[in-house]
């Protein structure tokens, strides 16, 4: 009787010993661990509170921290001239080891693809261009405290069934990502009310007859030098049957669907950074226009910057606002001290400060709700590990 190996050999095809001597391939297990507990003032009980609320909230972060926590498997295969690439990112929350990112299994990506002279072709969910230009202009990224009370999408721009290009020329670079149903996932509603994960829209198209339904297109242009870099994105969602009110970027106060593939969300992003020494500069502005029934427009501006004031010790502090055409403004203001302990482990502290206007309800932290008009004060102690 062969045992399992033989059987397996003999079912695949025959390659030529040369070959296989000349492909080399490697795969890496990797992850980050990041949490901390987290204090916020003026919590409200539920969203459309509209009483003041003074209570105040204690608790361990799930989604972020600093950054997400993930662990995730990627490899490579070389094959001459192009590289087989691929990669396997599970978000998970560290506090109940429950899956994060809508409860995919590999919620933040999975995707194969090659990576040539000319650059890198990738098919599968996978962050799009709108993410790899937040990372490119704002000091705070993904983290708890950050642009992200403002605009959620931002740290969620990821999109399923998709394929991309980017590619990097002598520091320019062009890349665009096509999803042909950018999020097949929906999260029930608490208490009969309407889903505003933005990573959960249950868009996933595939309609017969209409090819635009849930299809997301993202595309940038930059210069990426080592001191001095900008770039331009621009970012279109279509709705589709079926699209829960996150399917457009998530207000608190008027969340919006988008029932066809007519009704559209666009983002224009433009940004850049400049880096001194030890001091970087990042800073940005985007653009978002929803055409449903009616006509959303929102502005959001950021500036940060980060100094390493030791070898072992890094400040960041940004600043943010958004204005929209319903007249739902805020500001919100963040300051992050990191120590790094090694190269894999570090501790931190965030401070925040928001101010909401009149009508407008963002939180500070994702999972929590505000009144309208409050001002907010959140602090953060947590650890980040490296594997």
């Known amino acids: 009787m062969k045992n399992r190996s033989s059987m397996v050999s003999n079912s695949l095809p025959r390659v030529p010993a040369a070959a296989v001597a000349q492909a080399q391939s490697s795969a890496t297990l990797y992850g980050i661990l990041d949490t901390g507990i987290e204090w916020e003032n003026h919590v409200a ?6 009483k003041i609320s003074n209570g105040s909230a204690n608790r361990m ?3 972020s921290s600093t950054v997400p926590s993930r662990w995730g498997l990627k490899g490579s295969e070389d094959l001459g ?10 978000g998970f929350s560290p506090g109940s080891g429950v899956l994060e990112n809508s409860g995919h299994l590999f919620g933040r990506s999975v995707w194969v693809g090659l990576q040539t002279p000319f650059g890198t072709l990738k098919l599968g969910r996978q962050i799009n261009m709108t993410y790899m230009v937040l ?5 705070m990224g993904p983290s708890i405290y950050s642009i992200a009370a403002l605009e959620p999408y931002l740290p969620n721009a990821r999109s399923d069934n998709a394929i991309s290009y980017l590619g990097n020329y002598r520091n320019i670079a062009a890349g665009i990502s096509y ?4 999020d097949a996932v929906s999260i029930p509603a608490a208490n009969g009310g ?13 309609v017969a007859g209409d090819g635009l339904a849930c299809l997301q297109i993202t595309a940038l242009i930059g210069y990426w030098g080592d001191r001095v870099g900008g770039q331009f994105v621009y970012d279109e969602l279509r709705g589709g049957p079926g699209g829960l009110h996150s399917s457009v970027a998530f207000d608190p106060p008027s969340p919006l669907p988008l029932p066809t593939s007519a009704d ?3 983002r224009y992003m433009a940004s850049g950074y400049i880096k001194f020494g030890s001091l970087d500069t990042e800073g ?3 653009h978002r226009r929803t055409r449903t029934q009616s006509t959303f427009d929102t502005n959001i501006f950021c500036a940060g910057v980060s100094y390493r004031l030791a070898f072992d010790m890094r400040l960041d502090g940004e600043i943010s606002r958004i204005t929209t055409s319903d007249h739902e403004d805020a500001n919100c203001h963040v300051l992050r001290t990191t120590y790094l302990r090694s190269r894999r482990t570090s501790i931190y502290s965030m401070l925040v400060f928001s101010k909401n206007s009149s009508n407008a309800t963002y939180s500070i932290g994702a999972g929590y709700f505000t009144t309208p008009g409050a001002k907010q004060v959140g602090a953060l102690l947590g650890i980040q590990q490296l594997f």
Do not use: M, W
């Open 264 to 266: 559209k969300t666009t």
């Open 179 to 182: 999803s042909f149903g950018r």
């Open 61 to 63: 972060t799930s989604l």
């Open 284 to 286: 940005g502005a985007v």
């Open 194 to 206: 309407a889903s505003n994960s933005p990573s959960a829209s249950n868009c996933p198209g595939d």
């Open 45 to 50: 009980n539920s969203p459309g509170q509209k």
């Open 81 to 90: 001239n192009v590289r087989a690439i691929f990669e396997l990112e599970n």
């Open 135 to 139: 990372l490119k202009s704002t000091v």
